[in-house]
């Protein structure tokens, strides 16, 4: 079975288990775990930020970071498919009481987030707190923001006390298409998520990296919200392999979805990382053509498929799914077949 339906799919691999089993250990909720704090400040100084907080996923590592940069009653902008928007199951609204508005013209719509940035006025009108972005952008296909951007948003939000959030989970994977290295990035911002448990390939783990003082508040809040862990180093210890291990493997997994869209008709210069979105095709059909030749692809619209590639996806495993794609194509896409 080859499986592109996300990089969440990768099982740890031995040398990962290795790790794990060798880790030394301690109760983290009493600060004593030294494989978490080695995590820890490991990825702090790896984001350019003073300190970072190891949490069991990217959900709660953006409650946190958001938590820190906004009060409830402030709105967050984001973009309209934005991952804190749509797929954190409304959990800034109910644990942080913020608001968001979106923007729709694409991952980083400097334009619009002028014209939607709202002042405090007083209590008349939700004031804008924060700015939230993400990259790479998952929903628009993996897409880099250009660092050019990054630094004309920070040097927006510095002239009007706007704090800035980046929903990293996929950093690394932006850092391995632009070699900008994620300090670059990270020091943008005032407070950054990243998970281990995508394309780095650990089994569990994220965290949120931020001022001192904003984390200190974090680790507060990732007890209270029931978040607290205890001899998690064999769980770091996953997430420091994959550091040190699967970092520069990335570059790998990019040129795989290159010659994947290339099997879709996708232009590959379109691909900027490790997803390839294929548009305008009949989903049930493209997902059952390609699941009865073992490869799984998921639907994310609904004619809409995702192929996301990972360190479990070899490069064979890549040639083999080529010719089943152009098949699923074909037949889910009759009109566009042989034009
Ligand atoms: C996966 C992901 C997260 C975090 O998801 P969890 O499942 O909570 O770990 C956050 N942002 C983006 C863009 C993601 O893809």
């Known amino acids: 079975?080859?499986?592109?339906?996300?990089?969440?799919?990768?099982?740890?691999?031995?040398?990962?288990?290795?790790?794990?089993?060798?880790?030394?250990?301690?109760?983290?909720?009493?600060?004593?775990?030294?494989?978490?704090?080695?995590?820890?400040?490991?990825?702090?100084?790896?984001?350019?930020?003073e300190a970072a907080l190891f949490t069991a996923t990217g959900s709660l590592a953006n409650v946190l970071a958001l938590q820190g940069l906004v009060t409830a009653g402030q709105e967050v902008l984001c973009a309209a498919d934005a991952h804190i928007a749509r797929a954190e199951l409304g959990v800034h609204a109910a644990v942080n009481g913020l608001t968001t508005r979106t923007w729709t013209d694409g991952p980083l719509a400097l334009d619009q987030i002028r014209e939607l940035f709202a002042p405090d006025l007083g209590p008349f009108f939700v004031p804008t707190a924060a700015v939230s972005v993400e990259n790479t952008h998952n929903f628009s296909g993996g897409a880099v923001l250009a660092l050019e951007d990054l630094k004309a948003l920070r040097a927006w939000a510095d002239e009007h006390g706007t704090r800035l959030h980046l929903d990293g989970a996929r950093l690394w994977n932006a850092v391995a298409a632009t070699g900008v290295d994620a300090a670059t990035y990270g020091g943008l911002f005032d407070a950054v998520a990243v998970c281990l448990s995508k394309g780095l390939g650990a089994p569990i783990g994220s965290l949120v990296a931020?001022?001192?003082?904003?984390?200190?508040?974090?680790?507060?809040?990732?007890?209270?919200?029931?978040?607290?862990?205890?001899?998690?180093?064999?769980?770091?210890?996953?997430?420091?392999?994959?550091?040190?291990?699967?970092?520069?493997?990335?570059?790998?997994?990019?040129?795989?979805?290159?010659?994947?869209?290339?099997?879709?008709?996708?232009?590959?210069?379109?691909?900027?990382?490790?997803?390839?979105?294929v548009p305008d095709v009949d989903v049930e059909t493209f997902v059952a053509v390609c699941a009865a030749e073992g490869v799984r692809v998921g639907a994310v619209g609904p004619r809409t498929v995702r192929l996301v590639t990972h360190l479990d996806v070899t490069r064979d495993q890549v040639e083999l799914a080529r010719p089943v794609l152009v098949r699923a194509l074909a037949s889910s896409r009759p009109t566009a077949a042989g034009s």
């Open 1 to 49: 079975m080859i499986d592109l339906r996300s990089d969440t799919v990768t099982r740890p691999t031995p040398a990962m288990r290795e790790a794990m089993a060798r880790a030394e250990v301690g109760d983290d909720v009493y600060g004593e775990d030294p494989t978490v704090r080695l995590l820890e400040e490991r990825v702090a100084e790896l984001l350019g930020q």
């Open 210 to 277: 931020g001022s001192a003082d904003h984390i200190a508040e974090a680790r507060v809040w990732r007890k209270r919200l029931g978040g607290g862990m205890r001899q998690v180093g064999v769980l770091a210890a996953a997430g420091l392999h994959a550091l040190d291990h699967h970092r520069e493997r990335l570059a790998d997994d990019h040129e795989h979805a290159r010659l994947l869209a290339e099997s879709c008709e996708i232009d590959p210069d379109s691909v900027a990382t490790n997803m390839v979105v």
